[in-house]
């Protein structure tokens, strides 16, 4: 069946670091791929998102790419701040059945200042 | 612009007793809903989604139910709650696009549900 698969965590980091957060899917044809974050305490908030193979979606620094041929999506920021300090989710949802949104088990950043 | 709402923020039952959480969305029609379950630590699982009123699909058997009394009001519920349903429930929202697609979904601010 479809899958997310994420890195563990806790990723620690200092303020302006880069960060990597690997995330890698398995599904049937072209799903459309997403990042979520939650800060402490909220709710899922759309970080960015991607619906066709090569697309990169951004959003406040950051980055990721629809990778079809090694199948990730990856998120990066060149340069993290403490207020990025959250967990963050990569999901999936079948174009055939898109009702359904397939998480990753969450990353949790912490930035130390 | 489109706003999602839940209630209560926090709750805290004895097990046994009842439930009922609310979602609201403002802003748009006919939307999808989903309720979400969130336990400490760990990813989310889809619950229950409609696609318009009175239409319920329940992704995992288990003590809860939901209900769509209104185009954009979503409703999760129990009869007598059981220590295994804490956690952090979640709603969202989608766009209709048409049968079996759906657009982004946009989540609420969560429920934090504690059974003692």
């Known amino acids: 069946g479809d899958s997310v698969t994420q890195m563990e965590g806790p990723v620690t980091l200092s303020e302006e670091a880069f960060l990597t957060i690997n995330c890698t899917y398995t599904?049937?044809?072209?799903?459309?791929l997403f990042w979520y974050v939650q800060y402490p305490g909220e709710g899922l908030q759309l970080l960015l998102k991607a619906t066709k193979a090569d697309d990169k979606g951004s959003n406040k620094g950051f980055e990721a790419t629809y990778r079809k041929e090694t199948t990730s999506f990856h998120l990066e920021k060149g340069s993290v701040q403490v207020s990025d300090s959250a967990v963050y989710f990569c999901a999936l949802s079948r174009t055939d059945s898109s009702y359904k949104l397939i998480f990753g088990s969450g990353t949790r950043l912490l930035v130390r200042p | 612009s489109q706003t999602i709402h839940q209630w209560p923020a926090t709750l805290v039952q004895p097990v046994g007793s009842p439930l009922s959480l609310e979602c609201t969305v403002e802003?748009?029609?006919?939307?999808?809903l989903y309720w979400y379950r969130q336990a400490a630590g760990r990813g989310l699982q889809l619950l229950f989604y409609s696609v318009g009123i009175g239409q319920i699909s329940s992704e995992v058997p288990q003590n809860l139910s939901a209900s769509r009394p209104q185009d954009r009001q979503f409703i999760l519920s129990s009869k007598k709650l059981l220590l295994s349903d804490s956690g952090f429930y979640l709603c969202a929202w989608s766009a209709y696009l048409g049968t079996g697609r759906s657009d982004t979904q946009y989540f609420g601010p969560g429920t934090r549900l504690t059974v003692l």
């Open positions: 599904a049937t044809g072209y799903p459309s």
């Open positions: 802003g748009t029609s006919n939307p999808n």
